[in-house]
Nanobody
Framework: QVQLVESGGGLVQAGGSLRLSCAAS????????MAWHRQAPGKERELVAY???????YYTDSVKGRFAISRDNAKNTVYLQMNLLKPEDTAVYSC????????WGQGTQVTVSS
């Protein structure tokens, strides 16, 4: 059974940084498509970034140049390094993968104060 556990969220001032972690079990992340989504209050969930099994990465326009997705295969963990954070980045961030169906973590709250 696939399980994803996020951590690393918190409260940070605008311009600050956070690194989110997504520890996976039941799947090997190096062979998997892994993505980060976020959902802010009153807004639809949006795809933030993903990394493919081949290491190809994608970022939504609003985070390009500020966020970086990476993985540590030895730790079976995916990261989202978030720099130059803005108040509009405030959301619950969740990591996901698809192994026959979508699997989601419980999410971690990121709050950026102005």
């Amino acid at each position: 059974q696939v399980q994803l556990v996020e951590s690393g969220g918190g409260l940070v001032q605008a311009g600050g940084s956070l690194r989110l972690s997504c520890a996976a079990s039941g799947t090997i992340i190096s062979n998997s498509f892994m993505a980060w989504h976020r959902q802010a209050p009153g807004k639809e969930r949006e795809l933030v970034a993903y990394i493919t099994s081949a290491g190809i990465t994608y970022y939504t326009d609003s985070v390009k140049g500020r966020f970086a997705i990476s993985r540590d295969n030895a730790k079976n963990t995916v990261y989202l390094q978030m720099n130059l954070l803005k108040p509009e980045d405030t959301a619950v961030y969740s990591c996901t993968t698809n192994k026959g169906r979508d699997y989601w973590g419980q999410g971690t709250q990121v709050t950026v104060s102005s």
